[in-house]
Every structure is written in C-alpha cells, then in structure tokens.
C-alpha cells in the first residue's frame, strides 16, 4: 500500500509539471493570446515629416518634425476575427483582409491580401501590434519608422498614460 500510495503521488507530480511546462511559446491565458480579437477604432496617428526649416542663401534645409492626427469618432475600423483573419472597414464598407498571428516576443503581426484583385501598394508589408492594455495597441509598418497609427476598442476611453506619444 506503501508503494501504492508514493507511485501515485510521483505520477501525480510528474503530471503536474508536465502539464505546467508550455512548449509552443503561448500563454496559458486565453485572453492574452487573444488581446487584438474584437472590433477595434483608429483614434491617432503620428507621422515624422520633414519640413522646411531654413533658407541657406543656397538652398533649404530640413528638419524632422512629428504631427498628430486625432479622430474623435474614427470610422477607420479594423476586425480581428479568432481564426487568425482580419478586416479592414471604412464605416460599413470593407477596404482590406488578411491574416494575423501572435509571435514570440509577446506583439502581434498581420498581413494584408494582396493579389491581383488587390494590389495596392499601401497593402504590402508586415504591420506590428504592440499592445498597451485590454482596449488600445499601435500599429507600426515594417521598415518604417515615420508612422505610428493607435487604436483601441470601440466606445472606450484609451489608456493614453501607459504610452509614450512623439507628440503630446
């Protein structure tokens, strides 16, 4: 009965270590993979844009300036469906699809469809998903540091303390 009793407690412990180590890289959490599904409203965008900033005798020089753009009721949506596809609305209308996926270093990615019914440059290129808080990420481009667009649930307030804006 002895040995009855310390087998069963060592499958038992062995099962539970098993069960606790997660080799696909996921949470356990089924919230927190899932953080971007839902509907969601572009409120901001930031662009880093030259401009003129002086006349030389010879010619201009410019200088990097950040500007914001702030929508109080966006109808730039975007749906993040659980089967790892999205969509992209202007107001009721669809403008875009595609795919999106979470990867290791806890951000999100997706990718537009693009082909021949769709080849619209703006489409093409990974966008990153950095996410803040339960309602509000920023969407940055591939290989391009000038533009940050933000989003957050729709009808929520977003959680603007927790991100650190190029412009206030």
Excluded: H
């Excluded at 696909?24 to 599904?37: F, H, L, R, Y």
């Excluded at 270093?105 to 808080?133: E, H, K, P, Q, S």
């Excluded at 940050?148 to 307030?157: A, C, E, F, G, K």
Aim: aromatic fraction near 14%; charge should be negative; charged fraction near 25%.
């Amino acid at each position: 009965m002895k040995n009855y009793v310390l087998n069963a407690f060592i499958i038992l412990s062995l099962i539970s270590v098993m069960s606790c180590n997660n080799d696909d890289g996921t949470a356990d959490n089924p919230e927190e993979v899932n953080q971007v599904i839902g509907d969601w409203q572009m409120y901001r965008s930031e662009s880093l844009e030259s401009t003129l900033d002086e006349w030389t005798g010879t010619e201009w020089t410019y200088v990097d300036q950040w500007f914001k753009s702030v929508f109080e009721d966006s109808e730039i949506l975007i749906t993040f469906n659980s089967d790892g596809t999205f969509t992209e609305f202007y107001a009721t209308v669809e403008t875009a699809n595609g795919t999106w996926e979470k990867i290791e270093d806890g951000r999100y990615l997706y990718n537009y469809t693009v082909d021949a019914d769709n080849t619209n440059d703006a489409f093409v290129g990974t966008r990153f998903i950095t996410v803040y808080c339960d309602n509000t990420y920023s969407v940055t481009k591939e290989n391009d540091d000038r533009s940050i667009s933000y989003y957050r649930t729709r009808s929520t307030t977003e959680c603007s303390s927790m991100i650190t804006y190029n412009v206030e």
